[in-house]
C-alpha cells in the first residue's frame, strides 16, 4: 500500500512541442523568479493520452535551472516501471548559464536498477535514473521520455510547484481520453481549464505561467493554498486482470474487500494455537491482547510490491508458514487471527502521515498504509500490526485523528482514528538537584514519556546502551555533565508509556558573582529559539502533535547560601497553548515547576506573529534565573 501513488500513474499520448534551447540562457529569467529561488522551471510539459481504462500513455518534458548549491534537489531523474509500464524515448541534456549546449547524455548514461528498498522482499518496480552534475552555477538541465501503461489505478497530479524555493515559468498539463471515458477531477480554487474535443477525445488543458518561488517558512503545513494544483482520479479501472471502480469510497471499499475474500483461512496448527492462547482470557479486549502480542512476537514487516500484490494482501496460512508480511498482509493475518477466536475486524486504508481522506473525492493517491479495526459500540479498537512494539489499541500519532477507509462486506465506508489530545502526547519530569561543599551539582531525573512523545524516544529504548549513552550526551544539554547512570524501561508493555531515569554530575551549573551564585531554575526542558518572524506570511502553520509538558525540579539549597532573588510566576494564555512557571520555598529548597500545553490545530497565516509571540514569551520565562547569596 505504500506505494499507492507509484502504482497508479496514468498519461498520455501526445506530441510535445519542444522549446529553443537557447530560451534556456539564465539572463532570460525575469528578476521577480529569481528572488528567493534555488531553482526555476523553464519549461514542463506533462501530456496524457488514456486509450481505455487499462491502457495510457505519457509524454512528459522538463528544464529546470539551477541556481545554487539548494537546487541541486532538482538534478536527478528518477522514473520508475513494472511489469505493467515500460519507458522510452529517454532524452537528457545539459545547458550551461548562456543556454549553450555542454553535454547530451547518451543511452549508456541512463542507469537501470530495481528499486527493491531495504525493508521489501518482494518487488518488481525498477527505476531508471540520471544524476546531472556541472561545476558551475547556474546551469540548465533538460529531460523527456515516453512511459506506456497497460493497467493504471489513478491519473496523475500536477503541481508545478510543489517546494519552497521553486519558481516556475512555465508548466502545462494536458489530459486526453475517450469522449466514453469517465472521471473526476479536484483542482485548487480558480484554477481555470481549457477543455476541447480534438479527433474524438475529449482534452483538458490547464496552465501555470510566471509563478514565483515561495519562501520556506517555519511550521508551514503545506503550499496548495498558494500555488496551481489537479489532481484526477478514474470512476473504472482495470489492473492486473481485476475491474474496479473509485466512483466513491463504497466503491473503491468493495474493490479492496474482494481482493482480501478467502483470505482469512488459517491452517489446523495456527488454529488450534490460537484457541489455547486465549483459552483463559475472560473478555474480548483479553483475546485482543493476547492475539496482538502474538503477531508481535511472531512475524516481521516486509514489503510487497508485486503487480496486484501492491493491494491484495498475502493469504493468512502463508503469512503463519513464512512469519512475515507487509501492512495488509499482517493486518489481513490479524484479522484472521480474531476471526478464529470469535472477534470480528475490518481491514482499514489509511494515509499514514498524511492527510484525512477528502469525504466527497475518492481516489488511490490519499492512501499509503493499511492498518485493523475492531468495531465496538463502546469501545473500538485500531491496531497497527506491522509495529513490534507498539501498545495494543496505539496506532502513532501519523495514523491517528483522521479520516479512513474501513473495508467491509458492503463496500468502503469512511471512519475516524482515534484522536491524541495534548494531555495525551505527555512528558512528565521531576528532577532532584543536590549541591555539595564545592557547589558540585548531582542531579537525579525521572521522565515518563506518554503516546506521541513515546514514540519520539523508542528508537533510544530500543538502542544499544552505547547509543543511549551518546543519545543523553548530546541531547540533555547540561553544561560540563558527568553521566554516571541512565536507565529506559517500558514497564508497561500495553501501554504507550516509557520512563527515562538519568544521573549526572555537573560542576557548571552555578555561575558565581562575587558571594553571589546564579542558577537558572529551568534546567531541562527550555525553549532554545524563537520562530523566525516572517513578514507577510503565506502558508498556514501547525505544530506537529499536540503535547503536554510538566516539569517539576527540586534544588536543595547549597550549605551557607540562602534565597536573595526568586523569579516572579510566569503565566501566558494563547490559542496557541499555554504555559506556567512557578516557584516556591520548600524546607531549604527551591522547587520549581513548569507546565507547558500546545493545540495542534491548523492556523491561518495572519495568525503567524502572535504565534511567535507566545514564543517569545516563553523564551523569556525559560531564562529566568535565581539568584543565591551566602550567609555571613
Not at 530495481?114 to 525498477?126: C, G, K, L, Q, W
Not at 489513478?154 to 486526453?176: H, I, K
Not at 469522449?179 to 496552465?207: A, C, I, N, P
Request: aromatic letters at 10%; one cysteine or more; hydrophobic letters at 35%.
Amino acid at each position: 500500500m505504500n506505494k499507492l501513488l507509484f502504482l497508479a500513474v496514468v498519461l498520455a499520448n501526445v506530441k510535445i512541442t519542444y522549446g529553443n534551447p537557447s530560451s534556456y540562457a539564465v539572463d532570460g529569467i525575469s528578476k521577480p523568479l529569481l528572488e528567493g529561488a534555488s531553482a526555476v522551471i523553464r519549461v514542463e510539459e506533462q501530456l496524457f493520452d488514456i486509450t481505455s481504462a487499462a491502457k495510457a500513455r505519457l509524454s512528459y518534458k522538463v528544464a529546470i535551472t539551477i541556481l545554487n548549491k539548494s537546487g541541486e534537489r532538482y538534478t536527478h531523474l528518477v522514473e520508475g516501471y513494472d511489469q505493467f509500464s515500460s519507458i522510452s524515448n529517454i532524452s537528457a541534456s545539459l545547458y550551461d548559464a548562456t543556454g549553450k549546449l555542454i553535454r547530451a547524455y547518451k543511452k549508456a548514461d541512463i542507469g537501470d536498477r530495481s528499486m527493491i528498498s531495504n525493508f521489501s522482499i518482494y518487488e518488481d518496480n525498477r527505476i531508471k535514473y540520471l544524476t546531472f552534475a556541472h561545476a558551475s552555477y547556474p546551469y540548465t538541465i533538460e529531460y523527456s521520455y515516453v512511459k506506456d501503461f497497460k493497467g493504471f489505478l489513478t491519473v496523475p497530479s500536477w503541481r508545478p510547484a510543489n517546494t519552497f524555493g521553486l519558481a516556475v515559468e512555465r508548466s502545462t498539463y494536458t489530459l486526453q481520453c475517450p469522449e466514453s471515458y469517465s472521471f473526476k477531477k479536484h483542482t485548487s480554487h480558480g484554477l481555470q481549464v481549457d477543455s476541447s474535443m480534438t479527433g474524438g477525445k475529449k482534452r483538458y488543458k490547464w496552465t501555470c505561467k510566471d509563478l514565483p518561488a515561495i519562501v520556506y517558512e517555519p511550521y508551514s503545513v503545506g503550499i496548495d493554498n498558494l500555488v496551481p494544483w489537479v489532481s484526477a482520479s478514474p470512476h473504472d479501472f482495470e489492473y492486473d486482470g481485476t475491474r474496479g471502480s473509485v466512483a466513491d469510497w463504497n466503491q473503491l471499499g468493495k474493490w479492496l474487500h474482494t481482493l482480501s475474500e478467502g483470505g482469512t483461512r488459517l491452517g489446523e496448527e495456527t488454529k488450534a494455537e490460537v484457541m489455547n492462547l486465549t483459552k483463559g482470557a475472560a473478555t474480548d479486549r483479553e483475546k485482543i491482547q493476547i492475539l496482538y502480542n502474538y503477531l508481535q512476537q511472531q512475524t516481521r514487516y516486509v514489503s510487497v510490491q508485486l503487480g496486484i500484490g501492491g493491494f491484495k494482501p498475502i493469504g493468512a496460512d502463508k503469512v503463519a508458514q513464512v512469519k512475515y508480511g507487509d501492512c495488509k498482509a499482517l493486518s489481513n493475518f490479524m484479522k484472521a487471527l480474531l476471526k478464529e477466536a470469535g472477534i470480528s475486524s475490518n481491514l482499514v486504508m489509511i494515509g499514514s502521515g498524511l492527510p484525512s481522506l477528502n469525504a466527497s473525492y475518492a481516489s488511490f493517491g490519499q492512501a499509503n498504509h493499511m492498518i485493523l479495526c475492531i468495531p465496538n459500540a463502546r469501545d473500538t479498537t485500531f491496531l497497527e500490526c506491522t509495529s513490534h512494539h507498539y501498545p495494543t489499541g496505539y496506532i502513532g500519532h501519523s495514523n491517528a485523528g483522521r479520516a479512513v477507509l474501513m473495508v467491509g462486506d458492503g463496500g468502503g465506508t469512511l471512519v475516524g482514528t482515534p484522536t491524541y489530545h495534548a494531555k495525551d502526547n505527555y512528558l512528565e519530569r521531576n528532577a532532584q538537584v543536590t549541591f555539595g561543599h564545592d557547589l558540585v551539582a548531582d542531579i537525579d531525573i525521572n521522565t515518563v514519556y506518554g503516546h506521541a512523545q513515546f514514540e519520539s524516544v523508542l528508537d533510544v529504548l530500543l538502542d544499544e546502551p552505547s547509543e543511549q549513552r551518546k543519545y543523553i550526551l548530546e541531547n540533555l544539554g547540561i553544561a560540563g555533565m558527568e553521566l554516571t547512570n541512565y536507565s529506559y524501561l517500558q514497564a508497561d508493555k500495553d501501554k504507550p508509556e516509557l520512563t527515562e531515569k538519568i544521573k549526572v554530575r555537573s560542576k557548571q551549573l552555578l555561575s558565581k558573582g562575587g558571594d553571589r551564585v546564579f542558577l537558572t531554575a529551568n534546567l531541562l526542558n527550555r525553549r532554545e529559539s524563537v520562530p523566525a518572524t516572517v513578514a507577510d506570511r503565506k502558508t498556514h502553520f501547525a505544530v506537529s502533535f499536540a503535547y503536554s509538558d510538566v516539569d517539576e525540579i527540586t534544588y536543595a539549597l547549597p550549605e551557607g547560601y540562602a534565597v536573595e532573588h526568586l523569579p516572579k510566576d510566569t503565566e501566558l494564555e494563547s490559542e496557541f497553548g499555554t504555559y506556567t512557571a512557578t516557584y516556591t520555598i520548600e524546607n531549604q529548597s527551591i522547587v520549581y515547576r513548569r507546565v507547558q500545553q500546545m493545540n495542534s490545530k491548523r492556523y491561518p497565516p495572519e495568525k503567524y506573529q502572535g504565534f511567535v509571540d507566545f514564543f517569545k514569551q516563553v523564551y523569556q520565562a525559560d531564562r529566568q534565573k535565581i539568584v543565591l547569596a551566602k550567609v555571613i
